[in-house]
């Protein structure tokens, strides 16, 4: 026999298990006694040591009941319990609970084979052992599993008021000289559950007892005396302990005074509330405390709750408040912003720095001007009007009237297209800065509008479910499934999500998904799995099972030489029911196309994960391509699913069309705009369309669409391919593409293929 775990635990786990089988062995109602055997066939079942529990229960037995026939009976039930619980330990699998009801009845033949001439003895036996097997299968999985928390349900309940119940009966007989033990547990337990707050817990489980301890007796009076000390202990309930002892002391005084013999009777039985009385004022307050939280749990649980809802409100104002600031940065970069000269304001700047450094100095200066008057400052105006149009001047676009009186002509075409030139340089950084500016103003837009959105989703107060909650808790246990935790919420979408905190080895049973499933009348599954502190116990979130999914195809080849491909693609999900399909082909082939279409396409995949919107990040990613002033741009081919609305989204900037086979007809997605990063504002192509089960989207790059030569040519061949594998479609459209190029790939080749399906469930 191996002792697992601390040793010390153990060693009082099952001091405490004998314990209850000689209380349980002394439990009798009308000379009938059950409700050993039921503790034994219960304790195989949830998992005690098989070997001291056969001791415990056979000498408690025969220490109430030392006779032949008592052995022989308890000994014939033990020895079918056992021989169960052995063929299913060897076969390594859990015992089925009507198994166990099953072998309790059999283990009863040797009392049925004594007794077959009292049959309704007999069936009365039969019908209080089954309800009290069962009643102990639960009490045992709740004490077992449930170790920092006594959430019970409804039906756990009603088990633990009978087992106290059965508890109290086996004590009322067990005297230590005349020192009551079963008024001392039972005062010990009121002042105890007095200390949690909950006046009816406190009265169903004191009731409960005494009735069985009256059962025992026959004597209900014990039930009314009890029910009255009761009574005026939570009347005068904490923080006053010294009270609640001194009136429920001096209660109990005056009621055996009034209804009981006094005398030294009376000594015996106050004694007990005495004992009990001491021990609950020596205990600290802090471990009272504790055991509140631990028995009574819906106080702490509502608080929680409320924190809950509490901080979403106070991250939505946050949330509101950071939306503000990007807001208000958005606006200080859109002001920060300079505006180009117009070409009349450029040309007359530059003609008042020409005529400042070109004309100033001349020793001709004077005459010039009374020569040309007005017809000299035109004529430098013109000139610069040419430059600033063709990109300098020369010679031959000099004025004659200029010309002819000029003796610096060669000084001012040159300071003219040099002047032109800086213009043209600072023009370009001033675009650039300008889209720097914009670029940053745009991001702080969306991340404003980002903000505002994540915090309407949060500003929605978490509705919870707490009787679903002890519910699923039941049902696992019922399928020895250690929960310790449930947390059922809804959220804006009313779906309903849940967080379990499971033991390690439970956290991959199907059994989980089952129950919730069954539970919450929707289609369950585990969404994400992380660990906790505390100990081998895991967290589980588990949501609404989306209706359909996805499955994809993916063939591609390298232009005919080159070692890496211009194509990149991607496939990611978004959230719980978005996907993206995504195809980038950088201009030209190689590493270079490869890095550029990596690049552009990493992009994409960040923003959209990010939740910015479409046009947000299109117009980003152009504006940060288009920045870096070589000259690589980039085609992209972007499909979003929406699984939930069933819809597809394409967006096409620079790619060639897309198709949707529908029912074996071809729907056209049109393809458009320049590649990405080539203008320094992108106008993507867009459509939006329901999409089934039937349908089947196809995405290509260029390099597929020509080889086909035609639209038409693509578009027939596609209609003739009957399988509906997209990863079969993109293999053949691939294969179909080389052989009309007598297998060389002229160019990077990408097919991609999306088909949506109905999950089952």
Do not use: W
């Amino acid at each position: 026999m191996k002792i697992k775990g601390n040793s010390k635990k153990f060693v009082l786990k099952y001091i405490a298990v004998f314990f209850v089988c000689l209380v349980l062995a002394k439990a009798q109602l009308n000379d009938l006694s059950p409700f050993l055997l039921a503790f034994f066939f219960a304790g195989i079942y949830v998992g005690f040591e098989e070997k001291l529990l056969s001791i415990f229960a056979l000498t408690a037995a025969l220490a109430v009941s030392p006779t032949l026939k008592s052995l022989l009976i308890n000994i014939t039930a033990i020895a079918i319990g056992l021989i169960v619980f052995y063929i299913y330990k060897f076969s390594k699998k859990p015992i089925p609970l009507y198994l166990i009801f099953i072998s309790y009845l059999l283990g009863l033949s040797t009392y049925f084979y004594f007794n077959y001439n009292e049959f309704l003895s007999l069936l009365y036996y039969i019908a209080l052992g089954l309800i009290c097997l069962y009643v102990f299968i639960i009490v045992l999985h709740v004490l077992l599993l449930r170790k920092n928390c006594f959430k019970l349900t409804l039906n756990e309940s009603i088990c633990f008021l009978f087992a106290i119940a059965i508890v109290g009966m086996g004590l009322a007989p067990i005297y230590i000289y005349e020192f009551s033990l079963y008024r001392f547990v039972l005062m010990s337990i009121i002042f105890l559950f007095v200390s949690t707050g909950s006046t009816p817990m406190t009265f169903a489980i004191a009731l409960s007892f005494s009735l069985g301890v009256g059962l025992g007796n026959l004597d209900l009076l014990p039930l009314a005396e009890f029910a009255l000390l009761t009574m005026l202990a939570n009347i005068f309930s904490m923080p006053a302990k010294f009270k609640i002892v001194f009136v429920v002391l001096l209660s109990d005084v005056l009621v055996q005074f009034y209804f009981f013999n006094a005398g030294m009777s009376m000594f015996y039985q106050v004694l007990p509330i005495i004992l009990a009385g001491l021990i609950f004022l020596c205990l600290p307050n802090k471990l009272l405390n504790e055991f509140s939280d631990f028995v009574y749990v819906k106080k702490s649980e509502l608080s929680s709750r409320n924190l809950i809802n509490t901080t979403r409100k106070n991250i939505r104002k946050r949330m509101n408040e950071l939306s503000n600031v990007f807001s208000d940065m958005k606006q200080i970069h859109l002001n920060m912003v300079k505006k180009e000269l117009t070409k009349a304001e450029l040309i007359a700047m530059l003609t008042r720095e020409i005529m400042n450094t070109c004309c100033k100095d001349c020793l001709d200066k004077n005459r010039c001007t009374r020569a040309l008057g007005t017809d000299n400052k035109s004529s430098l105006e013109l000139l610069i009007e040419i430059a600033v149009t063709k990109g300098k001047v020369t010679l031959l676009d000099i004025p004659n009237s200029l010309s002819n009186r000029c003796g610096k002509v060669n000084n001012l075409i040159s300071l003219i297209n040099r002047l032109s030139v800086e213009y043209k340089q600072y023009k370009n950084m001033l675009a650039d800065v300008n889209n720097v500016k914009i670029l940053l103003a745009d991001q702080m837009g969306a991340v404003s509008r980002l903000l505002l959105d994540i915090g309407d989703e949060i500003d929605t107060n978490v509705s919870f479910d707490i009787a679903r909650e002890n519910k699923i808790i039941s049902r696992l246990l019922s399928h020895n499934i250690e929960c310790k935790e449930v947390l059922l919420y809804a959220g804006k979408d009313e779906n309903i999500s849940a967080v379990l905190i499971l033991k390690g080895g439970e956290m991959y049973n199907p059994i989980v998904e089952k129950v919730l499933t069954e539970t919450l009348k929707m289609s369950m599954e585990i969404t994400s799995i992380s660990p906790i502190e505390d100990g081998d116990f895991y967290s589980l979130t588990l949501r609404r099972k989306n209706k359909y999914d996805c499955v994809f195809g993916l063939a591609s080849c390298n232009k005919s030489g080159n070692l890496e491909s211009g194509d990149c693609h991607s496939i990611i999900r978004l959230g719980k029911d978005r996907f993206l399909l995504a195809l980038c082909d950088g201009m030209g082939s190689g590493k270079g196309a490869h890095k550029m279409s990596a690049t552009t396409l990493g992009l994409i995949e960040n923003f959209y994960k990010a939740g910015f919107d479409n046009d947000v990040i299109l117009e980003s990613v152009n504006k940060l391509l288009a920045i870096n002033n070589q000259e690589n741009y980039s085609t992209l081919d972007v499909c979003l699913l929406d699984l939930n609305n069933e819809i597809a989204d394409f967006i096409k900037v620079g790619s060639p069309f897309g198709l949707i086979k529908r029912d074996g007809n071809i729907e056209i997605v049109e393809g458009g705009a320049l590649p990405i990063g080539a203008l320094d504002n992108v106008s993507p192509a867009t459509k939006k369309t329901t999409i089934s089960t039937k349908d089947i989207i196809i995405m290509v790059t260029d390099g597929i669409t020509d080889a086909f030569i035609s639209q038409e040519n693509i578009i027939e061949y596609v209609s003739k391919l009957a399988s509906n594998n997209p990863q079969t479609l993109a293999e053949s459209i691939l294969s179909e593409a080389l052989r009309l190029n007598d297998n060389t790939a002229k160019d990077d080749m990408t097919v991609l293929v999306g088909r949506m399906y109905l999950k089952s469930n």
